[in-house]
């Protein structure tokens, strides 16, 4: 709620950050029937991480969300065996979609830093046209311009949502649809100008550049320890997580402790909201 308060119009079950892949189908189950007691419109905002290498599972998952009235899913792909071509990927997502009860809204999920397995831009463009109106979107979030600037130019039918911050803006004076990332935890207002007017927005990149990256996605960037650090640092409720897989970083531990970090100031009052934004 936080984040659609502060500017979001969909938030993402499951995703990265949201730590998808530890969770099972009961723990699932049990958040979309607390979003849905809570009277949020999962129609309209809530979107479902899909995260399993098995297509049966993968459908099972995208069912869930599906039959209980959500909106769309993001759908990575089958992470375990590496090295697959576009053939192999290509039936994998079609078996998926095929067992989908009402499948809509399908955002396919590029993250070749934590899957292994990247979704060439010809893949993408054979997955809508064989399922027109069903993907209707690519998250990128290699961390790539050039990657982000083929997706772009290629597919300008599809909705282009940006995972990496620092190329948002860049992004969306191009084409792009908006984002679904992690800032958007803790900073969504501050960052609305980037997907509404394409706007750089000072502070962003030196955020970033504060983990000690290059990639956005490099060192576990993404990882629910990390951004758990930045939620608490600006006032943002948080959940334990479930597995801490990577450690937080020593220089990143003050921002709990202290309770308070560097950030640019947001705008007095939300900017109206058009472009599509949400929390992974």
Same mark, same amino acid.
């Given at each position: 709620?936080?984040?659609?308060?502060?500017?979001?119009?969909?938030?993402?079950?499951?995703?990265?950050?949201?730590?998808?892949?530890?969770?099972?189908?009961?723990?699932?189950?049990?958040?979309?029937?607390?979003?849905?007691?809570?009277?949020?419109?999962?129609?309209?905002?809530?979107?479902?991480?899909?995260?399993?290498?098995?297509?049966?599972?993968?459908?099972?998952?995208?069912?869930?969300?599906?039959?209980?009235?959500?909106?769309?899913?993001?759908?990575?792909?089958?992470?375990?065996?590496?090295?697959?071509?576009?053939?192999?990927?290509?039936?994998?997502?079609?078996?998926?979609?095929?067992?989908?009860?009402?499948?809509?809204?399908?955002?396919?999920?590029?993250?070749?830093?934590?899957?292994?397995?990247?979704?060439?831009?010809?893949?993408?463009?054979?997955?809508?046209?064989?399922?027109?109106?069903?993907?209707?979107?690519?998250?990128?979030?290699?961390?790539?311009?050039?990657?982000?600037?083929?997706?772009?130019?290629?597919?300008?039918? *599809?909705?282009?949502?940006?995972?990496? #911050?620092?190329?948002?803006?860049? $992004?969306?004076?191009? !084409? &792009?649809? +908006?984002?679904? =990332?992690?800032?958007?935890?803790?900073?969504?207002?501050?960052? *609305?100008?980037?997907?509404?007017?394409? #706007?750089?927005?000072?502070?962003? $990149?030196?955020?970033? !550049? &504060?983990? +000690?990256?290059? =990639?956005?996605?490099?060192?576990?960037?993404?990882?629910?320890?990390?951004?758990?650090?930045?939620?608490?640092?600006?006032?943002?409720?948080? $959940?334990?997580?479930?597995?801490?897989?990577?450690?937080?970083?020593?220089?990143?531990?003050?921002?709990?402790?202290?309770?308070?970090?560097?950030?640019?100031?947001?705008?007095?009052?939300?900017?109206?909201?058009?472009?599509?934004?949400?929390?992974?």
């Amino acid at each position: 709620r936080n984040c659609l308060d502060e500017g979001c119009s969909t938030v993402t079950l499951f995703g990265t950050t949201g730590e998808g892949a530890s969770l099972g189908s009961g723990q699932r189950a049990a958040m979309l029937e607390a979003m849905d007691d809570a009277g949020l419109d999962l129609r309209a905002t809530v979107l479902a991480g899909v995260a399993a290498s098995a297509a049966e599972d993968a459908s099972a998952q995208a069912n869930q969300l599906y039959d209980a009235g959500g909106r769309g899913i993001l759908l990575a792909p089958p992470f375990y065996f590496k090295g697959v071509g576009d053939e192999g990927l290509y039936r994998w997502f079609s078996t998926v979609l095929e067992r989908c009860r009402d499948p809509r809204e399908v955002i396919v999920y590029h993250l070749p830093s934590i899957t292994a397995v990247p979704l060439s831009s010809p893949l993408i463009g054979r997955l809508k046209r064989a399922f027109p109106g069903v993907v209707t979107g690519v998250k990128d979030s290699s961390g790539e311009w050039a990657n982000t600037e083929r997706l772009l130019a290629d597919h300008a039918d *599809l909705h282009i949502l940006v995972g990496d #911050e620092r190329q948002l803006a860049r $992004a969306m004076r191009q !084409g &792009g649809s +908006g984002a679904i =990332n992690g800032f958007s935890n803790f900073c969504a207002r501050t960052i *609305l100008p980037m997907v509404e007017r394409g #706007e750089d927005v000072a502070g962003i $990149a030196e955020l970033v !550049g &504060g983990f +000690g990256v290059e =990639n956005l996605d490099d060192a576990a960037f993404g990882h629910p320890e990390h951004i758990g650090c930045l939620q608490f640092a600006h006032g943002v409720a948080l $959940a334990q997580v479930l597995v801490e897989f990577y450690p937080v970083a020593a220089h990143l531990r003050p921002l709990c402790v202290c309770g308070s970090a560097p950030w640019p100031a947001a705008p007095a009052a939300p900017p109206s909201w058009s472009g599509r934004s949400g929390s992974s």
